[in-house]
């Protein structure tokens, strides 16, 4: 299983609203990244984590929380978020250190705020 | 600053001809080098990645050559076929335990006409 999965596939949120974003890899990766990508754009990283732990944080707006439940699961709250936000929000998983480092990502959580 | 560039940012080649896309990086800490497709709603696919002790590495119809003393790295997709018309992003890393982060080319865009 090489599939990074993440769920919803499309969210339409309000600046209000709370909402969280799921992604779940089964390949026993246990580094696992959030990227953003805005249209015509290259990704952009937003958080690494490495072992569960929060390795780097990008300089992310306090909107944005992400959590790491276990080795399998990462979680990006979203809280407040504003129109500007709106973009392709993409998960990742690799094996950390040296060795193999091939990064595979999921299929993106296309998100629209309104 | 752009630690990554890439050239063109779109390409239009005929069906079985050879598509080149080139990346030029900074960072001499740079030791990974792969090459993502993504074709429009999905999430970035690794296709080919290379090491700085290699000067070239293929697989199938794509090749990667690498000029370390240059900081050039290339991509060559031979015999283009219609279904190879995507996004291509070259990136770099430096791979360290606390995981692999990805810094991203602006991207090049392909059209494969039949």
């Known amino acids: 299983d090489t599939e990074v999965t993440q769920t919803p596939k499309h969210l339409v949120m309000g600046m209000t609203n709370k909402k969280s974003l799921k992604c779940e890899q089964h390949?026993?990766?246990?580094?696992m990244y959030w990227y953003k990508q805005k249209a015509k754009k290259p990704p952009e990283l937003m958080f690494v984590y490495s072992y569960e732990k929060l390795s780097i944080n990008e300089s992310v707006p306090s909107r944005f929380s992400p959590e790491c439940p276990n080795s399998s699961l990462l979680n990006l709250h979203l809280h407040a978020l504003q129109p500007e936000d709106s973009a392709l929000y993409l998960c990742?998983?690799?094996?950390?250190?040296?060795?193999?480092?091939?990064?595979?990502f999921g299929q993106g959580t296309r998100l629209t705020v309104v | 600053q752009q630690q990554v560039k890439q050239s063109p940012q779109s390409l239009i080649v005929q069906k079985g001809g050879i598509s080149i896309i080139n990346c030029a990086y900074e960072n001499t800490a740079f030791d990974y080098f792969p090459w993502y497709q993504q074709f429009p709603g999905k999430g970035p696919a690794l296709l080919i990645a290379?090491?700085?002790?290699?000067s070239e590495k293929k697989e199938g119809r794509f090749t990667i050559s690498f000029n370390k003393s240059a900081k050039q790295f290339s991509l060559h997709i031979m015999d283009s076929q219609p279904g190879d018309s995507a996004t291509y992003f070259c990136a770099a890393s430096m791979i360290k335990a606390a995981g692999n982060k990805l810094t991203f080319g602006g991207g090049t865009r392909v059209l494969v006409k039949p």
């Open positions: 390949m026993g990766h246990r580094a």
């Open positions: 990742a998983s690799s094996r950390p250190g040296q060795g193999n480092t091939e990064a595979f």
């Open positions: 290379i090491r700085p002790d290699v």
